[in-house]
């Protein structure tokens, strides 16, 4: 047991200063909080104080501002011009800094028409012109509510009737997406710490550093502490994954975004994510052990594990489907399968209320599978340990998981023995 957690240790330290795990870990988050304060200080900077920023001049060609009202909050900001042309004399010698025409046919079209030198008009500058037409408009109208409740329009809180959770119209094109991306960036980070086994069973092989491993520990308590090691390695991960997001959330909510408005993680997705990625990462690890004890090379290893991975992306191939009918038959059906089961059944907790028989079969399908592979890949790994010089033969392999085989390992000394697995 010593040696075991001996192992695990040293997978888990020194994976942890990889710069592929680094990146991976850290990279990706930090890479999503730079574009959240991005968007956020972006949001900001679109922010100016009004009340000096200039004279605004409009043109009335629509006939419509006949009151001649001044905005509510700023009451110098608006100047009234006869004409385009005065108007742009006007701009044109920085006695104002933009101006607004409404064209004869605003009252069929809506349409403002904005002029300014200025690489980028501010936000609320948008604001106050709608608030500015909409006084003129509302003179002598005795209204219920606020000309600012007028101008907000309508807020449309939309709510699944089958799990209760709501979110804002502008927040809901992220509320679709971010389980999808959540469990991409889950599934990833399971499959690239079970390929970390991989890679460093292949590079133990052709060092021969194996040979002294196995002097010292047996291959069941070298399997297992890898596994260990790097299980801890992936958690490590979706902790900071799990962090950056609701940090993330917080602060683009903090801050009024509205399309983080209502956008939140269900508790039921966290809580599976866990599960799935715990499940997953030991299935994958154990194939891959498999896979990376019988590999001649580094690079035949990764062109077999490969087509072991690609299944997992196969539920991006129906994201249509699983964005109009989450409970469909296609989704239902991949969420049995045990490669495209974990990111299945993500996506669709995410979307929707899945029925708990299904989840709790999908995990039963998932962790017999996994039972097999740790059962096949001890298989595998013991077998192909101290093979050398043959190259990945599947018939072979069959042979060992299912019946007896032989092997032939050639030590430093070059002396060749057998042994029965």
Known sequence: MNKMLLVAKYEYLY???????LFAAFGTPIFFVIIM??????????????????????????????????????????????????????????????????PATYLSTGRVNLYTYQSSVPENLTAAIELFLLTNFTTG??????????????????????????????????????????????????????????????QERTNRVIEILVTSVTPLQLLAGKIIGLGLLGLTQVVILLGTTYLGLALGQSQNLEFLQGVNLPPALIALALIYFLVT???MAALLAGIGAVSSSEQES???????????????????????????????????IPFTAPMSVLIRVGLTDVPAWQIGLSLLILVLTTVFSVWAGSKMFRWGLLLYGKKFDLREVVRVIFGRARMETSTPQNITSQESV
């Open 15 to 21: 994976n942890l200063k990889r710069p592929a795990f």
């Open 37 to 102: 304060a991005v968007v956020t200080l972006a949001s900001a900077g679109t922010e100016v104080d009004l009340a000096t920023y200039g004279p605004v001049g409009y043109v009335d060609q629509a006939d419509v501002l006949t009151t001649g009202q001044a905005h509510p909050d700023y009451p110098a900001l608006f100047q009234s011009f006869e004409s385009i042309e005065s108007a742009r004399t006007a701009l044109d010698d920085e006695a104002i800094i933009a101006y607004i025409e409404l």
């Open 141 to 202: 109208i005795e209204l219920p509510f606020t000309l600012e409740r007028l101008q907000e329009g309508v807020d449309i809180r939309v709510q699944t009737v089958d799990d209760g959770r709501t979110s804002t119209q502008g927040g809901l094109f992220v509320t679709l997406f971010l389980p999808v991306i959540f469990a991409f960036l889950l599934i990833t980070a399971s499959l690239t710490n079970s390929g970390f086994l991989m890679s460093g069973l292949v």
């Open 281 to 283: 990462f030991f299935f």
């Open 302 to 336: 990764r062109q077999i594990s490969g087509f072991l991975t690609i299944p997992f992306m196969i539920p991006y191939l129906f994201f249509i489907t699983f964005i109009t009918e989450p409970n469909g038959t296609v989704p239902t059906i991949l969420s049995l």
